[in-house]
């Protein structure tokens, strides 16, 4: 089963980024985002929509 939710650094090695620049995305509510205790946890989906709003922009 894969992860329902991913640190900041596993989520920036599946979008191929920077952890700064995961959590600049973050900071700007492009990507979703949990905080559960002192984690910060991105849920699977919100790679998804960050993803699918790539595509928006160009067009």
Same mark, same amino acid.
Do not use: C, I, N, W
């Given at each position: 089963?894969?992860?329902? +939710? +991913?640190?900041?650094?596993?989520?920036?090695?599946?979008?191929?980024?920077?952890?700064?620049?995961?959590?600049?995305?973050?900071?700007?509510?492009?990507?979703?985002?949990?905080?559960?205790?002192?984690?910060r946890l991105i849920?699977?989906?919100?790679?998804?929509?960050?993803?699918?709003?790539?595509?928006?922009? /160009? /067009?």
């Open positions: 089963m894969d992860p329902l +939710l +991913l640190t900041v650094k596993e989520a920036a090695e599946v979008l191929r980024m920077s952890t700064s620049r995961v959590y600049d995305l973050m900071r700007t509510r492009q990507l979703r985002s949990h905080k559960v205790g002192r984690a849920p699977a989906e919100a790679l998804r929509e960050f993803v699918e709003s790539l595509g928006e922009d /160009a /067009a």
